[in-house]
């Protein structure tokens, strides 16, 4: 499904058949406005007229397939769509983390043509990643991470979930297509990237195998896999909510710590993510335990914590290349991947990632 198709046919049927309107209330009228700057899918903010009065909500946010070919394609392959579709589905109910309500979604047989229908949580504050955030925020972040990680912690319960239980083929993917990726990515940014960026990156991309072999040593769990602060709401719903956590289209069963070192290390600039990086983990820390994880030690996430520094690296590498270019995705993409490799350097994480692989422990 495409921006196109939102009418009110489609939507007065599918709010009714799942009860979120009166059926004897018709939908009469759509407006529609396109949301951000979605690099895979496109998010629609769809304000509706009703017959009659109604206790319905008078907007929602759809998400729909990207009008671009090349956004498409990544979303099929990568089964992006599939996966946001199946996590409000099957797992939003289960954590503790605030996301949208959804009251429709839909994805056809060939994993492409999809739409959701969420709660529109505005107004609120988009977060941004070329902006960054202030500590406080982090601070709420990495507690939101906890609510998303804690509920499926080092569960067997996943195990085998098709369309999230795919590190094994997902993983196989990126090992295979780094280093081209990685070559792509040099040849298009080289101007912005250092002389150090470019042989570190290059070091890593050599040892990916290493990199995912180092995750396997990692407790598993439901992992948002994108976990940044484009893909979060701060003080939605008019202040109702702090913090809510969109864009689930990356959502994998893997280490939880990836999306914490994700966070931080891409919403806050060096200096200041060097003062308040230990606070921060022992508070996401402090969180875990209180959503029941017991058998996960400071010392053991302080282990593990520098392997995820390199995940901007690897996110904003693989989405440069897959996705239609823009001006606002090579600013974010080179930004991801220079803050990485800092990230990378001050916890020495090659070094680390090496010495995880040689250990070969499997924590899931």
Known sequence: MHASDICPTWLDTVLTTTGTKDGTVAITDVATSPIGTGQVADSIRTTVSY???????????????????QSRAAGRSELNYLREVRFYQEIAPNLQVRVPRCFHGEIDSNNTEFALVLEDLTP????NQLTGCTVGEVRLAVEQAAGIHGPYWGSAQLVGTPWLDISDTYWARFTEMMPEWWAGFVARYRNRLSAADIELGT????????????????PFTIQHGDYRPDNV?????GGDVPLAVLDWQTVIFAPGVVDVAYFIGGALDPATRRESESELLAHYHRCLVEHGVTDYSLTELMRDYPVGTFQNLVIGVAAAMLVARSDRGDDLFTAM?????AHARDHDALARIIALSEQGAVHV
């Open 233 to 237: 709401l701060f003080d939605a719903a």
């Open 51 to 69: 017959a009659a009065p109604t206790s319905a909500p008078s907007s929602f946010v759809i998400k729909v397939t990207s009008d671009k070919e």
């Open 124 to 127: 609120a504050r988009p977060g």
């Open 337 to 341: 991947v220079t803050n990485s490799l």
């Open 203 to 218: 070091a890593f991309t050599e040892r990916i195998a290493d990199y995912y072999s180092a995750l396997r040593t990692m």
